[in-house]
Every structure is written in structure tokens, then in C-alpha cells.
């Protein structure tokens, strides 16, 4: 229970006792684990923040260094610890922390003190030692909460003291690492300057600047970095300001690549390694950005054709110490040549282009086989690398330049064992040991400033590899290829099923989603159909009431006034009736006459069709004209038909309203039974009513008769069809034999023709046709004569 007594001590009213306590609780923490876990767990977050605030965050005194340091013992490599920090949301609680205001001149020092502690402590929670899922979780909860946002005011503020501006650049650096949404929004911060420039910019100009303190342009390098790492986007970004057709033409702006390049070629020798290792970040394990960095050319003076990126990179590297540069003669050399390894590994094109400059390879070599002294060892220990990449990454394209070839010049001018001893020189060093340590480039001096942890990653990676290729022999070359190309094949193989199983696992969703929403319609539509259901069911059920109803009114209907109007709209509409039927018998007529036109014209077809036999090119007419007249009767045959349907709608009307005649007429005798003048008026309307039925009858049996001449013309155009195919089956058949024939006496007459002029060579007598036929018909001639005489 000691620990929990001690908690209970930061509740204390007394502040010496509270800041006692809390000193006391520091030197508890650190270094242990149970110790931090209990205090953890204890509420310490809690009350420690509320202190902080109570002090007044960045402003307070002392005390609030001391609540920041035993926070920052209580989460410094402790996962469980940070991870509940995180879960009980004390991340959004370090906000206030940083909101610096406007007027940032006069800062005390514990101020300066405060807010580094602050920052250090942002940074144990998103370290890069700590576990991946850990680091990304705080860097999502820091974009949420907005304190990523107030970290880059502070980073683009005026009037900051410079190490907490460096101590921030390191902040922001490891707060976008790798976390593609920090990333994306840290690309998109403007400086507040006229124009606004992005905020990578404003830095790179710091980092190619030689006025900059050590410390923060090492700041800028690592801010650079961690914004590339594993950023493909940012990384395409970065190279597309170098090619040119992204290149500003009105130098109005400077852009990223710009910088990089400027610093580069320049002469401090820091400005070249720093551009030289950001440039190689942004080809970091993306070989089509290596391969479009190729394209990239340079002006390098008045009147001189430009020279490609690699190829100026290549001139500097072999100028070596000719040129005056300020600060190291070695680091300059050092990133070039991390530069041009990282640029050429992976990537068999930009090793192909390296290679095309014959003053490359006698350079490396040459570097290579000397005995210089200590400090040239490392330019020696990376050309060795260099060169070894060539070779390891060759696609043997340039003749002179095989994999076989360059091993047997490694032979003859160095020896294997030399190279291999010299490609080690790398790894021995101690600055190589100190870089792989941690991914921030962190050097007591300028001089130091030599190797860059990612590309302490790659070393390991090729030192093995390259060793291993340098003694292979060619057959085992060729067996590595064959299995690189088997494996290329069948990685080929598995992507294209990948696509493939993509392709059918997107058509599944949309069949899915189709579904899905076919459901939801089917079951709206059963929802309509069962509302319409019971709607008509209501309309039934309303129509038999008002059934009911009407047959009731019209039993009690007995007044004589309603009958006579009864009578009279009957007179009215047998009237009507009678105009439309002598309107329809006008109309029978007219059809019937229609009818013998369409006989005479199929009388007039069949008479055509039988002519047809007689010869082929009369058949050929004939047809046209059967065509013709079949097309006309097909017309008229449906118009018919229409004119028929009509007809019969109209007939079945007509019978309707005779049958409501005859009921309203039945229910009117009762009533009408006692005058006698209802009663003539009631017999002259059966009388009428009989002659309409009659009427009704002589159409209906009329239309039967036209069905039956409808249906005779119907299967005697189908017959004259028949005929008509039949026809054109021959006609085609007689074609083919007539061009069959032709193509036979062809091939005989060039048989003949042939045979003539071989017998002819030979020298054999042969007549010509002409002769033939005139002495046929001599012959014919002869025996007539005889013939005669007998």
C-alpha cells in the first residue's frame, strides 16, 4: 500500500508536501516497470494534468517540469502504460499545451524548459522504437484531437526560441511517420508568407542553407524523411517538381526539387549530403520513380547541352577533391554515392544508363584498387557496393558490360578477395553502427555526417547478396536467371488471378447489392398487390350492396311518369339502333365487294404462279410480281381483319343493348297493363326488337362468310409462298450448276491449251480449232453427198 499512500499525497492541500511527493515519485519510477504500472494505474495520469492545468500548462513554474518528467518516466518504454494512456484520452488533454499566442518575443526559460519536456513527451508516444499498432494509434488520436494542427502553428510561428523550434520539427517528424493521413495533411501546411509557400518547402530552404544551425537543418533532413517514409504519394510529389513538364517556366516559385538540386551541386559539402540522402528517400523502394528520375536533365551552363541528373551526379563523384568545398572532403562523395546506390538497386534500367557511360565503370575500379588512407576507405567500401549492384542488377542489355565480364575485370584489376575486404570497410565503421542505431540523424559534428539509417538497411541487405554473386560462375548465373524469370512468370500468374478474383469478388457485391434491392422491391410490390386485393375486394363488396340496392328500387318503382320516359328513351335509342344498322349493311357491302376484288387478284396470282414453270427468266418476273401482290394481300388481309374486329365489337355492343331493352321492356309490361295505348306501343317495340334479331343474325352469319374467304386467301398465300421458295431453291441450284460447268471447260481448255503446246514442242502436227471445225464440216459435207448418190 506504499505506493497508493504516496498517490494520495498529490491530493494534498499543502503544495510543499504535493511537490515533495511528486519529486519523490520520480526517483521511484525510474527504470521500474512495477513501480510504473502501479503509479499508473493509481490515477497518477489524472492528477498530474490537473496540476499542470492548475499551474498554468507551458507558463507554470517548476512544478510543472517536475508533473511532466514523472509523466514522462511513467510512458517512456512502457507499451502498457502508453497504451492506457491513450485509451483514457489524456492525448487530447496535451492540446492546451501547445497553444502558443501571437506575441511569442520574451520567453522565460522555464517556459523553454516546460514546453521541450512537452514536446519530448509527444514524442516517447509516437517514437519509432515502439511497437507499429501503438505508434499509429497516437498519431490518428493526435490528428483527431487537432494537436498535430497546433504543433505545425507552432513550426510556422514567428519570434520561437531555435530549440524549441528544432525540438518541434523532431516532433511533427515522428508524428507523421509513416501514418498516411498525417502525412497527407502535413503536405498541405502553408508558411504565412506572400505568397504562401508549402511548409516543406520553407524547411528545405533551411536545410540547403549553410547560415542554419547544425542542429536544426539535421532537424529538417529528419522531418524530410519521416514525411517520404512509406509515401509513395509524397514521394511522386517530390520527383514530379524535378520533370519537365511539372517545371514552373516563370521562376516565380521554387519548388522542392529545385532545393534539392541546388543543394546538391552547391559547395558546402553538408548542402550535398543532406540533398543527396532526401533525395534518396524519395526513390526509397519506388522503382518507377527511379526510372522517371532518369529523365530529369540539367543546365549546367550557357551554350552547353543539358546533362542528365545521373550523369552530372557521376562527373562530380569522379571531380572529387578538385573542386573547393567548405567542411568535409569525403561527405560530399559519401551521399553521391548513397544517392547513386539507392537510385540503382532494384532497378535494372537506371544500372543500364549508368553503365552507358564508359568513364564509370574504369573510375569505380580504379577507386577501388588504390591504397588510400583511413578516411578514403569508406568512398572505397561504397564504391565496392556500387559496383556491386551493377553487377547484381544487371540485365546483361550492354554487350561490354555483361555480369561475366565485369566479374573478370573485379578479377584481373582487384582480385575478389580485395573487393569483398573493401565492401566490408562499410559495415566496420563506426559511424555505420551509430546510424543503424535510430532512424534520426542525430551527430555531435558535421564531420560525422556520414551515413543515413535507411541506407544502413540497404547495406545489409546487398553486402550478403553481392558477395555471393561476385564468386558465382556464369552456368550459375544462367540458373539464377531461368529461376528469377520462372518466378517472375508465376508472381505474372498470381496477380493476374488476383485481378481476376477482384474482378469476380466486385461483380459478387454488385449481384449482391442487385439482389438486395430486387428484395426490397419484390416485397413492395407484394405489399402493393396486397393493398390492391383488398381494395377490389371492398369494390366488390360495394358493388353487390349497390346491386341490391337498385333491384330493390326498381320493384317499388311504380309511378306512370317513369314509365312513359321509360318508353320514350326506349323509342329513342331503337331509333339509333336502326341508323347503325343500315349504316353497318352499307359497310358489309362495301366488304364484301373488297372481298371479290381479293379473289380475282389471288385467281390472277395462282394463273401468274403456274406460268413460272415455263422458263427461268420469265420465273424471275413473276416472282417480283408475286412478291409484290403477296406483300398487297398480306396489307389488305389485315386491314380486313381490323375492319372485322370492329365490326364484331360493334355487334356484340348492339346485342347488349338489345338484351337491357328487353329487361327494362319486361319490367315496364306490368305497369303498362292497364292503358291499351302503352300496350300498341309496347308490341310495335317486340316487333322492332324481332327485326333487329333478325338484323343481328344476317351480319353475324355475313361475318362468319368473311372469315371463311379470310382464311381460304390466308392459305392460298401460304401455298403461293411455298411455291415461290421452291422456285428460288431451284433457280439457285441451276446457277451453281451452270458455274460448276463453266469452271470445268476452263480447266479443260488449259488442259488443251497446255497438252497443244507440249505436242508442239515435240514437234508433233496439231491443228488449231478453226481447222478442226472446217474439216468437220467437210466431212459432214462428204457424207451428204454420198448419202445423195445412194
Not at 567548405?326 to 537506371?350: D, E, P
Not at 564508359?358 to 577507386?367: E, K, R, S, V
Amino acid at each position: 500500500m506504499g505506493v497508493s499512500r504516496l498517490m494520495d499525497l498529490l491530493a494534498d492541500s499543502r503544495e510543499v508536501i504535493r511537490n515533495d511527493g511528486v519529486l519523490l515519485l520520480q526517483q521511484l519510477t525510474k527504470s521500474n516497470a512495477a513501480i510504473q504500472k502501479i503509479v499508473a494505474f493509481e490515477n497518477a495520469f489524472e492528477r498530474l494534468l490537473d496540476i499542470i492545468t492548475e499551474e498554468g500548462n507551458s507558463d507554470g513554474g517548476i512544478v510543472v517540469e517536475d508533473c511532466l518528467l514523472l509523466i514522462q518516466n511513467l510512458l517512456k518504454n512502457n507499451n502498457s502504460n502508453q497504451n492506457f494512456f491513450k485509451e483514457g484520452s489524456y492525448i487530447q488533454r496535451m492540446k492546451p499545451w501547445f497553444e502558443v499566442g501571437d506575441d511569442n518575443c520574451g520567453w522565460s526559460a522555464q517556459k523553454v524548459t516546460n514546453l521541450h519536456v512537452m514536446l519530448q513527451l509527444v514524442r516517447v508516444l509516437v517514437s519509432p522504437t515502439n511497437p507499429p499498432g501503438a505508434t499509429s494509434s497516437c498519431q490518428k488520436a493526435m490528428f483527431q484531437c487537432g494537436l498535430l494542427q497546433q504543433l505545425c502553428t507552432i513550426l510556422m510561428a514567428t519570434g520561437v526560441p531555435a530549440d524549441i523550434l528544432t525540438e518541434t520539427i523532431n516532433t511533427v517528424s515522428e508524428v507523421i511517420r509513416g501514418c498516411q493521413m498525417n502525412q497527407d495533411y502535413f503536405a498541405s501546411v502553408n508558411a504565412p508568407s506572400n505568397p504562401p509557400r508549402p511548409a516543406i518547402v520553407v524547411l528545405l530552404m533551411s536545410m540547403v542553407n549553410e547560415r542554419q544551425p547544425f542542429v536544426l537543418r539535421c532537424a529538417v533532413l529528419y522531418c524530410f524523411q519521416c514525411f517520404l517514409y512509406k509515401n509513395q504519394k509524397g514521394q511522386g510529389e517530390i520527383v514530379s517538381t524535378l520533370l519537365p513538364s511539372t517545371i514552373d517556366a516563370t521562376g516565380n516559385s521554387v519548388s522542392a526539387g529545385q532545393l534539392l538540386c541546388g543543394g546538391l551541386f552547391s559547395t558546402d559539402s553538408l548542402s550535398n549530403w543532406c540533398a543527396a540522402v532526401a533525395l534518396a528517400h524519395a526513390l526509397q523502394e519506388n522503382a518507377t520513380l527511379k526510372e522517371q528520375l532518369l529523365r530529369v536533365q540539367l543546365a549546367t551552363s550557357i551554350g552547353n547541352p543539358p546533362v542528365s541528373l545521373l550523369q552530372q551526379c557521376t562527373n562530380i563523384l569522379s571531380q572529387g577533391d578538385k573542386i573547393d568545398r567548405r567542411g568535409s572532403k569525403v561527405q560530399t562523395r559519401v551521399g553521391l554515392l548513397m544517392l547513386l546506390c539507392t537510385w540503382l538497386s532494384n532497378c535494372s534500367i537506371a544500372v543500364t544508363h549508368f553503365l552507358h557511360n564508359p568513364a564509370n565503370i574504369p573510375f569505380l575500379t580504379g577507386q577501388i584498387a588504390e591504397n588510400l588512407g583511413e578516411e578514403e576507405q569508406l568512398v572505397q567500401g561504397l564504391c565496392a557496393l556500387l559496383l556491386g549492384i551493377s553487377i547484381y542488377y544487371n540485365d546483361n542489355s550492354l554487350e561490354n558490360y555483361r555480369k561475366e565480364k565485369l566479374k573478370q575485370l573485379i578479377e584481373k584489376r582487384i582480385g575478389r578477395e580485395n573487393f569483398i575486404e573493401k565492401l566490408g570497410f562499410i559495415s566496420k565503421h563506426e559511424l555505420y553502427s551509430r546510424a543503424a542505431q535510430k532512424p534520426q540523424p542525430s551527430f555531435s559534428s558535421p564531420d560525422h555526417m556520414m551515413f543515413d539509417h535507411e541506407f544502413t538497411k540497404l547495406v545489409k541487405e546487398l553486402e550478403g547478396v553481392i558477395s555471393k554473386a561476385i564468386y558465382k560462375s556464369s552456368e550459375e548465373d544462367k540458373k539464377e536467371e531461368e529461376v528469377k524469370k520462372t518466378l517472375e512468370q508465376h508472381d505474372n500468374i498470381v496477380t493476374h488471378y488476383k485481378k481476376v478474383i477482384r474482378e469476380q469478388d466486385q461483380e459478387l457485391e454488385e449481384l449482391k447489392q442487385r439482389i438486395s434491392t430486387l428484395t426490397s422491391q419484390n416485397e413492395q410490390l407484394q405489399a402493393t398487390v396486397t393493398q390492391q386485393v383488398s381494395q377490389i375486394q371492398q369494390h366488390k363488396d360495394q358493388y353487390n350492396l349497390l346491386k341490391v340496392q337498385l333491384g330493390k328500387d326498381n320493384q317499388h318503382h311504380n309511378s306512370h311518369s317513369d314509365t312513359f320516359q321509360m318508353n320514350g328513351i326506349q323509342t329513342e335509342e331503337v331509333s339509333k339502333l336502326k341508323e347503325e344498322l343500315e349504316e353497318w349493311k352499307s359497310k358489309h357491302e362495301v366488304l364484301q365487294g373488297q372481298l371479290g376484288e381479293k379473289d380475282s387478284l389471288t385467281e390472277k396470282l395462282k394463273s401468274s404462279q403456274l406460268e413460272v414453270g415455263t422458263a427461268e427468266q420469265s420465273s424471275q418476273t413473276s416472282k417480283s410480281g408475286g412478291l409484290e401482290l403477296s406483300n398487297e394481300l398480306h396489307k389488305e388481309l389485315e386491314m380486313l381483319r381490323s375492319q372485322i374486329q370492329l365490326q364484331s365489337a360493334e355487334i356484340s355492343k348492339l346485342q347488349m343493348e338489345n338484351q337491357k331493352l328487353q329487361v327494362m321492356n319486361t319490367a315496364a309490361e306490368p305497369v303498362l297493363g292497364d292503358s291499351s295505348a302503352t300496350a300498341a306501343n309496347s308490341l310495335d317495340l317486340e316487333q322492332e326488337i324481332k327485326e333487329l334479331k333478325s338484323e343481328v343474325k344476317a351480319l353475324s352469319e355475313e361475318k362468319e362468310s368473311l372469315k371463311q374467304h379470310l382464311d381460304s386467301s390466308r392459305s392460298t398465300v401460304a401455298i403461293l409462298q411455298d411455291e415461290k421458295s421452291k422456285l428460288q431453291q431451284e433457280l439457285a441450284e441451276s446457277k451453281k450448276e451452270q458455274d460448276d460447268l463453266l469452271v470445268l471447260l476452263a480447266d479443260q481448255d488449259q488442259k488443251l491449251s497446255a497438252l497443244k503446246i507440249k505436242l508442239k514442242d515435240l514437234g508433233v502436227p496439231v491443228e488449231d480449232e478453226d481447222d478442226i471445225e472446217s474439216g468437220d464440216q467437210g466431212d459432214e459435207d462428204e457424207d451428204g453427198d454420198e448419202d445423195e448418190q445412194d
